[in-house]
């Protein structure tokens, strides 16, 4: 286990590999673990930094609320101590968020950004008060709400196929304190519409999208994959929110070769 210094705290990381850095941000409710399908294929040709966000994993809490601006700033702290300059960004679900966030304030640090079942929009009014009715939820059984929105997260017929896929998620999120799932809603609710900065992004962006994905359906985003100058998108067809779980070798075939364009001749 290692642990950068931020305000005050520790935010937890892990470094597989060697090579060009690229950096796993997971998303809500999980933790660096989640990248587990994916690690071993990518740590045999990259430095992989994984970190476990604010309020998440082991890495501590900051405050009432974990705003992405914050959650930006944890993951700049560890890349600082590991003193790496030029790196891909992999943000997935709130990850992708936080990706945004940091593209907003460190553009010049980024080869490449993927958004892994996420989006550059802001909350709708309809989404915030669903959000505000979830930290009710959570603060009166925090079960109950772990319980109904793991589930939602994969496509049905995979959880039939594969029901310990649920229960690896479902534990992963009782990892996640009250304190760290209530900061966490109230960072995404207060988040900015970052779609400027993907218009503007200077890096290859890569959008993973999955066509069963409830949380966040394709016609509400799918506006936003034209705006990078460089763009591609890869669309999961049997996956919901859930997709290195759900189809770890479509994710892996589509993602190694957007990763060696991103680092061109620099790649060793």
Known sequence: ???????????????????????????????????????????????????DLPGHGKTENFGYVHKMDLMAEAVKAVLHEL??????????SMGGYVTMAFAEKYMDNLRGVVLFHSTALADSEEKKSDRDKAIKVAKKNK??????????????????????LLLKATNMANATSVQG???????????????VVLQFCHCPVLFIAGL??????????????GLPQE????LLEHSAHMGFYEEPEVVLKGMLPFLRNCFGPLED
Do not use: C
């Open 83 to 92: 003193q790496l300059r030029r790196y891909v960004l992999i943000g997935h």
């Open 1 to 51: 286990m290692a642990f950068a210094d931020f305000r005050g705290g520790k935010v937890h990381y892990r470094v597989a590999g060697k090579g060009r850095a690229i950096v796993l941000l997971h998303g809500f409710l999980g933790s660096m673990y989640i990248w587990e399908n994916l690690l071993l294929a990518l740590s045999k040709r990259y430095k992989v930094v994984l970190i």
């Open 181 to 195: 799932i209530v900061a966490a809603i109230e960072g995404m609710k207060q988040r900015r519409n970052t779609e």
């Open 143 to 164: 079960e109950k709400y772990l319980k109904e929105s793991v589930k939602k997260l994969f496509f049905p017929s995979n959880i039939k196929k594969h029901p310990e």
């Open 231 to 234: 763009h591609q998108l890869l």
């Open 212 to 225: 069963h994905d409830l949380l966040l359906p394709l016609e509400l985003h799918q506006h936003q994959f």
